[in-house]
């Protein structure tokens, strides 16, 4: 009947009526799938396959640049981090000058145990992530972070 819900940072920032009555009823992440672009999400969605060899998984990072992609495995822990920062200058007649800026930095933890760790591949095509995850039948320890092509 009750559960734990994840703090965000806007937790206070109600939009309006039908906001506050959404985020109490539905959750914090029900205003990211309306979100107008003006707020950076608070999280990216995922897809996650498996094989009878592999896991591929497939992360929607739109807007995002590869140099601003993290990621890394430490103790069977896939960790994806991005971050986006953002500055528009828009100029107008006279003096006029308008400048917006946007920043917002996101994380998942993926739990994925007994892969092959010297051989994740990733890469980075058109704003989604894929990573490969070769299956093994023994667990290693090594951590480091992960090359994305």
Not at 33 to 55: A, C, H, I
Not at 120 to 137: N, P
Request: proline share 3%.
């Amino acid at each position: 009947m009750f559960s734990l819900r994840p703090y965000r940072q806007n937790h206070g920032h109600q939009k309006n009526a039908l906001s506050k009555f959404a985020r109490n009823f539905l959750g914090d992440d029900f205003e990211a799938l309306f979100d107008n672009g003006d707020n950076f999400p608070s999280s990216f969605q995922v897809d996650l396959r498996e094989t009878d060899k592999q896991y591929v998984l497939e992360a929607d990072l739109p807007g995002i640049n590869k140099e601003d992609i993290s990621l890394r495995y430490e103790n069977n822990y896939l960790t994806i981090s991005a971050s986006r920062n953002e500055t528009q200058e828009v100029r107008g007649e006279k003096d006029y000058v308008r400048r917006e800026r946007r920043f917002g930095q996101l994380q998942r933890n993926f739990y994925i145990d007994n892969i092959q760790e010297d051989q994740i591949d990733a890469k980075f095509d058109y704003g989604v992530l894929t990573v490969t995850l070769l299956k093994s039948d023994n667990a290693q320890a090594k951590q480091g972070n992960i090359p994305i092509q």
